[in-house]
């Protein structure tokens, strides 16, 4: 008798096993896990809402993710979503044997700077300052829930993650400054550029024949 051949794997894409590892915390609805999810990597990778929908029902499908009516009094009846024995495993492997490859940035706030030399200077100038003033908004926000969760042990692995978005915060509050720094040195420049090849235009007072 002929052997039943492997079982295949199904190819899950990264925010299915995002998703696996939110349900590793506990059992929630998709509404929960959407602002759980908010609050914690969306500060690094954040999924759409009808993104993690879409993930859980195929986590369900796949027996990675048990799906469960749940009854209530007051309010209509909800979906709540806990990880299986199946899901664990799929999710472990994930982490274990997952490529690791150097970080791409997509930001639209620099993809304008590269094309700065098509701006009006103030308007140029005026972008940089509110990126600068976001960073520092951003990096307060990281330190304070720094205060909350770096003595807590079994937030441990979270918390290194906060230190890499603190670390990032940093770098764009310093990068915007130098910036804001090389414009104000190359506006100085122009100035003197201006300034030194400028001739005083002849009195025409002369002594006139």
């Not at 509404?31 to 369900?60: Q, T, V």
């Not at 993650?161 to 310093?174: C, D, N, V, Y």
Request: glycine content about 6%; cysteine-free; hydrophobic content about 40%.
């Amino acid at each position: 008798m002929a052997a039943e051949p492997a079982k295949q794997e199904p190819k899950l894409p990264t925010t299915s096993f995002a998703v696996l590892g939110l349900l590793t915390f506990g059992e929630q609805s998709g509404y929960d896990l959407m602002k759980f999810a908010h609050k914690s990597i969306g500060y690094f990778w954040g999924p759409a809402k009808s993104h993690l929908y879409a993930e859980l029902r195929r986590l369900r499908d796949h027996g990675y993710a048990l799906e469960t009516q749940v009854e209530q009094a007051q309010r209509p009846d909800k979906r709540v979503y806990s990880i299986t024995p199946e899901g664990e495993r799929a999710l472990r492997t994930w982490l274990e044997t997952a490529e690791v490859a150097p970080e791409q940035i997509k930001s639209v706030f620099t993809l304008k700077v590269f094309f700065g030399a098509l701006m009006p200077r103030e308007s140029f100038v005026a972008q940089v300052k509110e990126m600068h003033r976001a960073a520092r908004a951003h990096f307060e926000e990281l330190l304070a829930i720094e205060q909350s969760i770096k003595d807590q042990e079994s937030l441990f692995f979270p918390y290194l993650t906060l230190k890499q978005g603190l670390a990032h915060a940093e770098a764009e509050i310093r990068w915007t400054e130098q910036v804001l720094e090389e414009v104000a040195n190359r506006e100085t420049r122009e100035h003197q550029g201006a300034d030194s090849d400028y001739q005083e235009p002849a009195s025409g007072l002369g002594t006139a024949k």
